[in-house]
């Protein structure tokens, strides 16, 4: 035995057995880890390239590191227990259901396309459930759609829960088509001013409205984004289309006659925004209703018609919405129909950074 190892047994104790069985489980996981990393290929491979030359002659600095390592294995180990206590505690979950929330946790901490800890997994999973979603519905797709909505916005997994939640419920999406959903948001937030939070303050201000007198989500998505310049923060704009919508119908009799003149209402009451059977058109339709209607007046002209229907709140929205036609709405919504969330995420994390969080997210789903 040479002078440095003696020196060492007598530095830790002559019992080395709980140190070695710890060891044994952090080898233990990391062989896990190297398995489920298969995907990632070329990031474990530089990230363990760099770690090797870092490591060379740090033999007694590895010892502590690898201390360090035991003790945050543990740590982690115990959040993720409680985190999934707590989804349990919080869904009145049976042993079996809490068994299938562990395997989810998992899964998106292992997803190579989500950079995601178990334990911030299960806080998102914990929200969503606190927000009122069912097993079945956080387990059908909610879960990773909130997930990717956090990676490709940038927004906290709380707020991603929430916002995912809200679109869920005032649009009535289904689990399974969350992945769309996202693709929608993240697309408002590729093609106009608002970023994520103010794309969510728009949602609580005006889905709620929008969705009950017939606006599809796309269509939400759409106008919010057409209407973003005119406005300096998300509430405003949620506001402002919110009281436009309540206002396609006239509210006065003065109103009634400023969208008469402006061939907006027939003589006997026909609302051009509504169908045939009552049904709200397409914001594309309205768009160009506006459009046509508006084009030709005076700017005193435009301010008057549109103060008198709309109000000085929704005026703004209103004149958003008449500056494009149709085709140009329709445009805008294809655009946004093109939107992937999972490539944005992508592009987000698709640095040695990027990468190395995920592994990291990773490493830690793993409790190493």
């Known amino acids: 035995m040479s002078t440095q190892v003696a020196s060492l047994y007598a530095r830790v104790g002559a019992d080395v057995q709980p140190f070695n069985r710890a060891m044994q489980g952090v080898e233990g996981k990391l062989h896990g880890i190297g398995g489920a990393f298969g995907t990632l290929g070329g990031v474990v491979t530089d990230v363990f390239k760099i770690g090797a030359v870092a490591a060379i002659g740090a033999t007694t600095a590895a010892i502590g590191g690898l201390t360090a390592v035991i003790v945050k294995s543990t740590q982690s180990a115990a959040d993720m227990q409680q985190q999934v206590a707590n989804i349990a505690a919080v869904m009145g979950l049976t042993a079996d259901e809490t068994d299938k929330v562990s395997g989810l946790i998992n899964s998106l901490g292992l997803d190579p396309n989500l950079k995601v800890s178990a334990v911030e997994a299960g806080q998102a999973i914990e929200m969503l459930a606190k927000n009122g979603l069912s097993l079945d519905q956080i387990m059908g797709g909610a879960a990773r759609s909130t997930v990717l ?10 707020a991603a829960a929430d916002t995912a939640t809200s679109a869920m419920m005032q649009f009535g999406i289904k689990a399974e088509d969350m992945g769309h959903a996202v693709d929608q948001i993240v697309g408002v937030t590729n093609v106009s001013k608002f970023g994520f939070e103010d794309y969510s ?7 709620g409205v929008a969705a009950s007198v017939g606006v599809s989500f796309e269509d939400f998505n759409a106008t919010i984004a057409a209407i973003s310049p005119l406005f300096a923060s998300g509430s405003d704009a949620g506001t402002s289309f919110k009281t436009f919508l309540q206002r396609l119908i006239p509210q006065s009799k003065s109103a009634e006659g400023a969208m008469k003149k402006l061939g907006l209402m027939t003589e006997d009451g ?8 009552g049904q709200l058109k397409d914001m594309a339709d309205i768009a160009g209703l506006l459009n046509k209607a ?24 209103a004149f958003a919405i008449a500056g494009i036609t149709t085709d140009q709405f ?28 995920i592994f990291i997210s990773a490493a830690r789903s793993r409790g190493v």
């Open 294 to 317: 508006f084009s030709g007046l005076s700017e005193e002209q435009k301010n008057e018609a549109a103060s008198t229907i709309f109000g000085t709140d929704a005026m703004r929205a």
């Open 330 to 357: 329709n445009q805008l919504k294809q655009v946004m129909g093109n939107t992937n969330a999972e490539d944005a995420a992508a592009t987000r994390m698709n640095t040695f950074s990027g990468k190395m969080e």
């Open 201 to 207: 303050l728009a949602l609580a201000q005006a889905g």
């Open 149 to 158: 909505l956090a990676n490709s916005t940038g927004a906290d997994f709380a």
């Open 270 to 277: 026909k609302n051009a925004f509504f169908d045939a059977n």
